[in-house]
C-alpha cells in the first residue's frame, strides 16, 4: 500500500482530538438519549403500541391508558374483561383486547365514554383463555388460545391443545381449528400473528406434566383456513416474542438456557428463522433473557428484556431494564440499560416499539426505589431516535 507523504498538521490534531475522546467500545454506542420518562404508581408491566392518530396505548392488563405523545396521561379505562392478555391496535384507530375467554372491541381516542363497540366470546364452551389476538386484513380477528385435550391425537398424558378462531370485523366466529402437534404435548400459545401470504403464525409453548408447559420454542405456520403447513420446535431454551421479518422469515426472542454447571447462565436470545421455519442464524447475548421483539424502520431488530446482574455467588440477584438494537443479520448496534444497580431490584423492559419519529418508546416496570414488589410502578420511556 502506498504511504501517504505528509498530513497536515490541523487535520492530524483533529485526528488526534477524534481519537483521545471517542467513546471506547468496539463501534457499538450506547443507545439513544432519553426525551421524556414517567411513572404510573399502582400499575406494572405492559404493552405499548403507537396510535394511529398520536399518542400511545398501553396495556396494563386489567386497565388501558392512553397517553399523549409527550407523556401526560389523557385518560385510564378499567378492562372490565378480566386481564386483557393481548392488545392490538385496529385498522379504524380503536383496539382490540383479549382476556380470559372474552374478545372486547373498543373505540379510538376521541372516545371517554362508552367506548366499547362489542364483546363476544368466539370460544364460549371450547376455550379455557385466550393469550393472543391479531387483526386481520379483512378487519376481523385470529384468536389463539388453549382448549382442554381432544383425546384423538395424543396420550392421555397431554391435557392442552391450540384453539385458532378466526371472526369477522364484529367479533362473530368464522371458523375455528384444534390443533394438536404430533411428537409434542400440551400445547399453549403465547403469540399468533396474520401473515401477508394470508395464512397465520403461532408460536406455542410445549411439554410439562400436570398442563404446565415448560418450553416456549414451537413454530407453526397455518393457511388461511388454520389448517397447518408445516412446524418447527427449537431447542434448548424460552422463546417469549415472533415477529415477521421483511424477508418473509420470523425473528424471536427469548432466553437460551445456560446448562446444569454451576457458572452456567441464561443468555438474551435472538433467532431468525425462514420462510419455512428453518434456523438461518442466531445470537446469543449478555446474562439475561428478552420478553419482546420489533422490526425497525432500517430493516433491523430492537429487543427489550432484562439484563441480570451481579454474580451467582452473591445473594441476591438481581436486573435491569435492557433494550437493544441490532441490523438485520443480528449484529449488535447499540444497547442499553436504565435504573438503579441495587442487585435486589428486578426491573426489566416488558415492550417495545420503534415510534414514527425514528424514536422508540419503552415499557418497563420499575420496581427501584420501592419497598417491595407491590410497590413497582409502571414505568413509561420515550428515547429520540438513533
Not at 20 to 27: D, E, R, V
Not at 216 to 236: A, H, R, S, Y
Request: charged residues 20%; glycine residues 14%.
Amino acid at each position: 500500500m502506498q504511504k501517504c507523504a505528509g498530513t497536515p498538521s490541523i487535520l492530524l490534531a483533529a485526528i488526534l482530538i477524534l481519537i483521545l475522546f471517542a467513546p471506547i467500545g468496539c463501534g457499538k454506542s450506547t443507545g439513544p438519549e432519553i426525551e421524556w420518562e414517567r411513572t404510573f404508581g399502582g400499575l406494572a408491566g405492559g404493552v405499548v403500541s403507537e396510535a394511529s392518530d398520536g399518542g400511545y396505548w398501553v396495556n396494563c392488563g386489567s386497565r388501558i391508558l392512553l397517553i399523549s405523545d409527550d407523556g401526560w396521561l389523557e385518560f385510564d379505562r378499567p378492562f372490565e374483561a378480566g386481564t386483557a392478555w393481548s392488545m392490538q391496535p385496529t385498522l379504524d384507530g380503536g383496539y382490540i383486547c383479549a382476556g380470559q375467554q372474552a374478545l372486547v372491541k373498543m373505540r379510538g381516542m376521541d372516545c371517554y365514554e362508552n367506548c366499547k363497540e362489542w364483546e363476544t366470546e368466539p370460544g364460549k364452551g371450547n376455550v379455557t383463555f385466550i393469550w393472543s389476538v391479531d387483526q386481520t386484513p379483512d378487519g376481523g380477528c385470529i384468536v389463539a388460545c388453549h382448549t382442554g385435550y381432544t383425546g384423538q391425537y395424543k396420550t392421555s398424558w397431554c391435557t392442552q391443545s391450540i384453539w385458532l378462531g378466526k371472526t369477522d370485523s364484529m367479533g362473530a366466529l368464522q371458523w375455528e381449528k384444534v390443533i394438536a402437534i404430533d411428537g409434542v404435548c400440551d400445547e399453549r400459545p403465547a403469540s399468533v400473528q396474520a401473515t401477508p401470504d394470508g395464512g397465520y403464525v403461532i408460536l406455542a409453548c410445549y411439554g410439562g406434566s400436570w398442563g404446565v408447559s415448560d418450553t416456549c420454542g414451537l413454530l407453526i405456520k397455518t393457511d388461511g383456513d388454520g389448517e397447518v403447513v408445516w412446524q418447527k420446535t427449537f431447542g434448548g431454551g424460552h422463546l417469549q416474542c415472533i415477529q415477521q421479518a421483511a424477508d418473509g422469515g420470523y425473528v424471536m426472542v427469548g432466553m437460551r438456557w445456560g446448562g446444569a454447571s454451576a457458572d452456567a447462565s441464561d443468555l438474551g436470545w435472538l433467532v431468525k428463522a425462514s420462510s419455512t421455519g428453518d434456523v438461518e442464524w442466531e445470537r446469543t447475548f449478555a446474562r439475561g433473557e428478552f420478553h419482546s421483539v420489533r422490526l425497525t424502520l432500517d430493516g433491523g431488530y430492537v429487543m427489550a428484556g432484562s439484563k441480570t446482574t451481579g454474580k451467582y455467588a452473591d445473594s441476591p440477584l438481581g436486573s435491569l431494564p435492557w433494550l437493544m438494537k441490532t441490523d438485520p443479520s443480528g449484529e449488535v448496534q447499540w444497547q442499553k440499560t436504565f435504573g438503579c444497580q441495587e442487585q435486589d431490584r428486578w426491573d426489566s423492559v416488558s415492550s417495545v416499539q420503534q415510534t414514527s419519529d425514528g424514536g422508540y418508546i419503552v415499557v418497563a416496570l420499575k420496581e427501584c426505589g420501592t419497598a417491595d414488589y407491590f410497590g413497582a410502578q409502571l414505568w413509561l420511556i420515550k428515547m429520540k431516535s438513533d
